[in-house]
């Protein structure tokens, strides 16, 4: 069998005969890569270049002693938000999570039918939805004492990120426990331990090397989606950096955000690269 | 009909992703409004601009004997939208403040404005005492503006635009919405403001709104003024203003 | 007014604008998808060079456009670029200006989104397929091009599939984010009934249920593509 296979399309190789072996790959593709490589590089370096030339010119010391304590609070407003909204949908999530495992159908179906509504809307239209839509409802929210909790743009963004969070949550965590496999509960019910004990000694640590890296995206999805929260009047980050601009109409306000909030992601990337290294440690040589 | 000829719109958008203009652009004049600024730019149901904006707009346009297009765009990118020429000049209602007109040329100005306090018939709500009190506003515009430099003790909530402002007054979200007169005295006065009121006097001192156009385009704010000052001779203003508002707007 | 006036596609209602949404929604998607895709798998093949050069270009486009906001991206986009071409054009001597509109901002800053994410799906996509499939076609004496397209590719999709399904209703969600800088989607021209007729709850429901619908339209045909693709290939 020294024939190509069926030259369809091809009469190219076909002519040129089976004896031709074509020269090893690297050989030639290797230059070309090369300067290909080198020419994108040059182009991120302009970028950069230009970014930080546009930056320094730009440079206001007035501008900057105004909006740096903004941002920061910006900054801080968004590490809130985030955080609030993780923990909050992470206990959500476990009974959302053995509602899906269910042996209720209601109780499985209902869960599915939570899991795909906030999975499969944007969490923009999720985010208008409680708080201009929950608006139109104030007599009958005041009537059962709720008002006071979606009067406020704070816990609408609150609300609408943990039950987002915790849609996501409940699948990470799914995953992660289907797949330590039967035979892991098997072996741990045969030596005598109980189910709690399994559950922590056994399974968790396993489920936890592989939620661990869904978990740390999950944190970052929600960092960077709340961005949109400006939008419902809380001053986040991006909201900072919106009403700067609209002072402003100087464009760094934006290049500026765009630094820290590829800071903020790229450090818990690499956070959540260090735990993985170290819960894996048994598993390299 | 209309939705078929978006979806060719959306896909000529989408195979011409880059349109380039230059030289078509001077023979129609593109006018950039927001379209959610009752009664002076707001669309309709059937997705029509109407309001005084726009039809000082179309008047001044007639005047100067060019045809014009309407280009709806929120507010807080308008200005840069202007610059990065997605139209030639807003009508909306604008301002002519230092900041803006760094970046921007106005015409002479086409109606005068005032910003007023609207709040809760039953509420007490007093201008000269705002601690604590959450005040509404649209973001980017002078009555924003004036919130954060004067009532630092306030709460500011700046919204997209000013009709989701007006809604969360009414569901008392807000304590008190901050903003231009004519646009307080037709929410006041239409069914969706009958629960509030204004609250004091004007605040904020003159205020003067023009129309703004790309740096350094003399020639098409000299025609706009032209075009002003010949409606206002004959009498096209005066109609506008009355199908709007009981009293004259433009000032003196 | 009643809420079927509201829905309804007369002068009254707000039903047509939806339905004109929904079309922009779609093929702005739909406009994403290709350039996402070849974006992605160039960028894939970026990291699986051997030479370093290539991989550290191909990661940081992955890093930038996976590290911030999809919002954030869209300004830079919509307001950068095209102030950025502006002072390109004039410090050319140029008059002509060049016009990123609303759709192909968000064409491009959605694509280069869609592409960072799928070159990573591509990337472990090439690296499930075994060594040896390469050496064989070498052995028959396949060129590299002609070993890419008739025997990694084909594997490569299958492996790909779910990873890709996953990110197309991603960025059907992601979509939603071009109504703030004012392309009439879906969102948008729900947003704009609700604050009209202040019915927010109705309009941006009716807006859940359209991606909901949207989202269980694509499952349906990504599903059948899967089945398609999976029956088409020798089973492992």
Redesign the interface.
């Known amino acids: 069998m020294s024939e190509p296979p069926p030259a369809i399309g091809a009469p190219a190789l076909s002519a040129r005969g089976s004896d031709v072996v074509p020269p090893p790959p690297p050989a030639r593709g290797w230059a070309r890569a090369r300067v290909t490589g080198i020419a994108l590089l040059g182009l991120w370096a302009l970028v950069g270049a230009g970014t930080l030339l546009f930056l320094l010119s730009s440079w206001n010391a007035e501008l900057f002693a105004r909006y740096a304590p903004r941002y920061l609070s910006g900054l801080l407003v968004t590490v809130q938000l985030v955080a609030i909204s993780i923990v909050l949908g992470a206990v959500l999530s476990v009974p959302i999570a053995l509602g899906r495992r269910s042996k209720s159908r209601i109780v499985a179906t209902l869960s599915y039918a939570y899991v795909y509504f906030f999975r499969g809307t944007p969490l923009l239209a999720q985010t208008f939805l409680v708080y201009y839509g929950l608006g139109s409802f104030r007599p009958e929210l005041q009537a059962v004492g709720l008002w006071g909790f979606f009067r406020e743009a704070w816990y609408c963004a609150i609300f609408a990120f943990s039950l987002n969070t915790a849609a996501y949550q409940a699948e990470i965590l799914r995953g992660a426990f289907e797949s330590v496999g039967r035979g892991q509960w098997e072996a741990a019910s045969a030596l005598g331990l109980s189910r709690l004990q399994t559950v922590y000694k056994i399974i968790l640590p396993q489920a936890a090397i592989v939620a661990l890296r869904p978990y740390g995206n999950e944190i970052i999805l929600m960092i960077k989606g709340s961005a949109i929260v400006a939008i419902i009047t809380v001053y986040d980050l991006m909201g900072e950096t919106r009403r700067a601009y609209s002072r402003t109409f100087d464009f760094q306000t934006y290049i500026w955000a765009a630094l820290i909030y590829l800071s903020i992601v790229e450090m818990l990337r690499l956070g959540v690269d260090r735990i993985e290294r170290r819960l894996t440690r048994h598993l390299r040589r | 009909m209309r939705i078929t000829r978006r979806i060719a719109l959306g896909l000529s958008a989408a195979a011409l992703a880059l349109t380039i203009g230059g030289a078509t652009a001077q023979e129609k004049l593109r006018i950039g409004t927001e379209g959610a600024y009752p009664p002076f730019n707001n669309l309709t149901a059937d997705g029509k601009l109407e309001g005084f904006d726009v039809d000082i707009a179309r008047a001044l346009c007639e005047e100067m004997g060019v045809e014009c297009e309407f280009v709806t765009q929120d507010w807080d990118g308008i200005i840069p939208a202007l610059q990065a020429g997605k139209f030639d000049a807003i009508v909306a209602s604008m301002s002519i403040t230092p900041e803006r007109d760094e970046q921007v040329d106005f015409t002479k100005p086409y109606y005068t404005n005032s910003l007023v306090f609207v709040a809760p018939k039953e509420a007490e709500f007093d201008a000269d005492n705002v601690e604590g009190k959450a005040i509404g506003v649209q973001a980017g515009t002078i009555a924003a503006e004036y919130v954060e430099e004067n009532y630092p003790d306030a709460e500011l909530r700046a919204y997209p635009s000013q009709l989701e402002a007006w809604a969360d007054l009414s569901n008392e979200r807000v304590d008190a919405v901050l903003a231009d007169f004519g646009v307080q005295y037709e929410w006041v006065n239409s069914e969706g403001g009958a629960c509030c009121e204004f609250k004091g006097d004007a605040v904020g001192g003159d205020d003067v709104i023009g129309i703004a156009v790309r740096e350094g385009e003399t020639e098409l704010v000299e025609k706009f003024n032209a075009a002003i000052d010949a409606i206002r001779e004959n009498g096209t203003y005066a109609e506008v203003n009355a199908k709007y508002f009981p009293f004259d707007i433009y000032g003196e | 007014m009643d809420y079927t006036t509201l829905l309804s596609f007369g ?4 039903g ?2 939806i ?2 949404g929904v ?2 929604t779609v ?2 998607a739909l ?1 994403t998808l290709p350039l996402g895709l070849v974006l992605g798998f160039v960028v894939a093949l ?1 990291k699986r ?9 191909a990661n ?1 486009f992955t ?2 456009f ?7 991206t869209l ?2 986009v ?3 670029a ?2 950025a071409i ?1 002072q390109i054009v004039r410090a050319a001597g140029g ?7 609303a ?2 901002a968000g ?2 800053a959605l694509g280069a989104v869609f592409a960072a994410y799928a070159s990573e799906v591509f990337a472990a996509a090439f690296s499930a397929i075994p060594h040896g499939q390469y050496e064989g076609a ?1 052995a ?5 091009w ?1 070993t890419m397209r ?1 025997v990694i590719l084909p594997q490569l999709i299958r492996v790909a599939l779910p990873g890709l399904s996953n990110l197309w ?1 991603i960025l059907l ?2 979509t ?2 071009v ?4 392309l ?1 989607d879906i ?1 948008r021209q729900t ?6 007729t ?4 109705l309009f ?2 009716t ?2 249920l359209l ?2 619908v949207l ?2 339209l694509s499952s349906i045909v990504l599903s059948a593509v899967e089945r398609r693709v999976s029956a088409g290939g020798a089973a492992r």
Not at chain 3, 66 to 72: A, D, I, M, V
Not at chain 3, 140 to 144: A, D, F, H, K, Q
Not at chain 3, 179 to 182: A, D, E, L, T
Not at chain 3, 191 to 196: F, L, N, P, Q, S
């Open positions: 002068r009254e209602g707000w047509d604008d339905a004109s079309a922009i093929s702005l406009a970026g060079s051997t030479e370093p050069t290539l991989r550290l270009s940081i890093t930038i996976r590290g911030l906001p999809e919002l954030l300004f830079l919509y307001f950068g095209q102030i502006q008059e002509t200006y060049i016009e990123i509109n759709f192909a064409m491009f070498h028959l004496g396949l060129s590299r002609r008739l209703l969600k992601e939603a984010l109504s703030v800088i004012g009439s969102l947003g704009i009934a609700a604050r009209t202040r019915e927010a709850f941006y429901g807006a859940c991606y909901l989202a269980l």
